[in-house]
């Protein structure tokens, strides 16, 4: 598959529950000019909400069991090797991944955080956030390194915080902008890496 081109990225996406991002990444990927085709789901969760998207789009897509960690992610390491995944696209995907693993990947894992990073790193940002009576919020793409939500910043949109705003809302209003944000920051990012040009 081509655009412009370019050949399509083999990509997989990660998730662990109701997968709004992932539905928009694969409707980004289906679209003519899009860089990325998405080739895999892979859940930690087998009741995951977002499962419904690969089974709709005939999607590839498979639940690993976590509680041996190194085990599963050398077999999820093999998986995707012989899938020729080149891109794996974190998208409210709650487990840490090892260093090994992505050494393994290095420089091809994105995740997106609803935060302004480095502010607001881990779990519970929006109730943070309003707790700490911050006048902005907003969501961040970075590329995954050994540490937590820390890895080069590709793009981040800022978001003002109303009087109104509890953490549901906020969530809300943060979740529309990351679907703007993450198929932008998937371009920038291959632009960067020489593997996609507008
Ligand atoms: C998003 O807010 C994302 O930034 C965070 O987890 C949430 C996932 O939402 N990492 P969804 O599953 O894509 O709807």
Do not use: W
Not at 4 to 17: R, Y
Not at 146 to 160: E, N, P, T, V, Y
Not at 167 to 191: D, M
């Amino acid at each position: 598959m081509k655009s412009n081109g370019f050949n399509k990225i083999n990509t997989a996406v990660f998730i662990s529950g109701n997968g709004s991002n992932l539905k928009n990444l694969i409707k980004f990927s289906l679209s003519k000019k899009s860089p990325i085709n998405i080739k895999f789901v892979l859940s930690d969760k087998k009741n995951a909400k977002g499962l419904r998207f690969p089974k709709l789009h005939n999607i590839n897509y498979k639940i690993y069991n976590f509680s041996d960690k190194s085990k599963v992610e050398n077999k999820i390491i093999k998986d995707l090797k012989k899938k020729q995944i080149k891109l794996i696209c974190l998208a409210g995907f709650l487990k840490i991944l090892s260093k090994n693993f992505i050494k393994k990947f290095k420089n091809e894992i994105l995740n997106i955080h609803p935060s302004l990073l480095p502010k607001y790193k881990g779990l519970n940002t929006h109730k943070r956030v309003i707790e700490n009576n911050e006048k902005y919020t907003g969501c961040t793409v970075h590329v995954v390194n050994a540490k937590l939500d820390s890895g080069k910043i590709i793009l981040q949109k800022k978001i003002k915080i109303n009087k109104k705003d509890n953490y549901k809302s906020l969530a809300k209003k943060v979740l529309k902008q990351e679907h703007v944000l993450y198929p932008r920051a998937i371009k920038k990012f291959l632009i960067l890496k020489k593997k996609f040009y507008l």
